[in-house]
Nanobody, 123 residues
Framework: QVQLVESGGGLVQAGDSLRLSCGIS????????MGWFRQAPGKERELVAA????????NYADSVKGRFTISRDNAAKTVYLEMNTLKPEDTAVYYC????????????????WGQGTQVTVSS
């Protein structure tokens, strides 16, 4: 069984930056595609960013492209989401996710999930 734990969320002002971290345990991290989804109140959960198991392929939501960067450290069994120039519309609970198959992670099919970390951006 895979366990994911997110950290790094908080309350910031518009224009600030945050870095989210997600550690994996229970399985071999390097085998998994990893990603971040978010869910705002009253909204559907949406893909924010994802990368394949070796970090050679990334996907970003149009709303965060150019501002957010996903990266991974397989030795540390950790995936990161660097969020820059944060906007109030980025406010959401951010969830770390993992899947052995990259294409399935992207469409949220059979993903493993963390508990989420709250990001709040004030104006």
């Amino acid at each position: 069984q895979v366990q994911l734990v997110e950290s790094g969320g908080g309350l910031v002002q518009a224009g600030d930056s945050l870095r989210l971290s997600c550690g994996i345990s229970g399985r071999t991290f390097s085998s998994y595609a990893m990603g971040w989804f978010r869910q705002a109140p009253g909204k559907e959960r949406e893909l924010v960013a994802a990368c394949n198991s070796v970090g050679t392929r990334t996907n970003y939501a149009d709303s965060v492209k150019g501002r957010f960067t996903i990266s991974r450290d397989n030795a540390a069994k950790t995936v990161y989401l660097e969020m820059n120039t944060l906007k109030p519309e980025d406010t959401a609970v951010y969830y770390c996710t993992a899947n052995l198959i990259f294409s399935r992670l992207l469409i949220d099919t059979g993903n493993y999930w963390g508990q989420g970390t709250q990001v709040t951006v004030s104006s």
